[in-house]
């Protein structure tokens, strides 16, 4: 009786075959491990702070904090290669987030999308009731200080 065969009849991986198996079903599984991470490395954004513009002194809100408009640039590693003309697409985008972090990293947060202006070129008007965000073409966003204070 052959003790390599399995006793139906099919044969079994022994010895070098099996090794060579598992060493192929190894090298696929980094393979597929490394390709993996490396898409999550280029889709995952990037922050970078560009402006922050700090609440005047003459302004107090309800919560009696300092509060902070942030412009941000948000930009993913794949966006360098360009697989879109869009600029504002979801790699590749500006926001202003306005709460008491000088960093950005918390707050209310306004994504910018307005085609053909430079995000960088934005004006912060903060007033009693809110924050006035103004492009110099005369397009403007009101966000309310119930939006942004209170750690929100």
Do not use: K
């Not at 003459?58 to 794949?78: C, K, N």
């Not at 995000?119 to 912060?124: G, H, R």
Request: with cysteine; hydrophobic share 45%.
């Amino acid at each position: 009786m052959n003790d390599l065969a399995d006793p139906n009849g099919t044969p079994t991986l022994v010895g070098r075959e099996r090794r060579r198996y598992l060493l192929r079903a190894a090298v696929v599984l980094a393979l597929v491990c490394g390709v993996v991470a490396a898409a999550v490395v280029l889709w995952s954004p990037r922050t970078t702070v560009v402006r922050v513009v700090d609440q005047p002194s003459e302004i107090v809100y309800a919560d009696g904090s300092a509060h902070f408009a942030v412009l941000t640039h948000v930009r993913a590693p794949i966006a360098a290669i360009r697989l879109s003309q869009d600029a504002s697409s979801a790699v590749n985008h500006y926001a202003v987030v306005l709460g008491r972090d000088p960093g950005g990293s918390y707050g209310h947060r306004v994504r910018l999308d307005a085609t053909g202006m430079d995000p960088t070129e934005l004006t912060v008007e903060w007033t009693a009731d809110g924050v006035w965000l103004s492009y110099p073409s005369g397009h403007r966003v009101f966000v309310p200080a119930t939006h942004f204070t209170g750690g929100r």
